[in-house]
């Protein structure tokens, strides 16, 4: 069984900037793609950002030029650095990640952390 743990969510103003990050707690297991949604109030979740294994990044067009993904491989965590807050950036967000235990290939997500950006 993995475990999903995410931090860094709050309240920040216009313009400003938040990192989050989610690390991956279990035993033998390895990590394929790891990524990050978003669900803003009312709405459906819509993807952020995915990072391959080998470190080939996807966004989400409403965030591209303004977030950045990153992981670190050692200590299966996943990385998001956003910069240029808006106010539509206000969601919860979840971490993903597809994990292998050497037969099958599940799908593991984050409780989700509040981001809120407003004045």
Known sequence: QVQLVESGGGLVQPGGSL?????????SFSIYTMGWYRQPPGK???????????????YGDSVKGRFTISRDNAKNTVYLQMNSLKPEDTAVYYCNFHVSNGMM???Y??????????S
């Open 105 to 107: 290939i599940s799908d």
């Open 109 to 118: 997500w984050g409780q989700g952390t509040q981001v809120t950006i407003s």
């Open 44 to 58: 459906q979740r819509e993807l952020v950002a995915t990072i391959t294994r080998g470190g080939s990044t996807n």
């Open 19 to 27: 990192r989050l990050s989610c690390v991956a707690f279990g035993s």
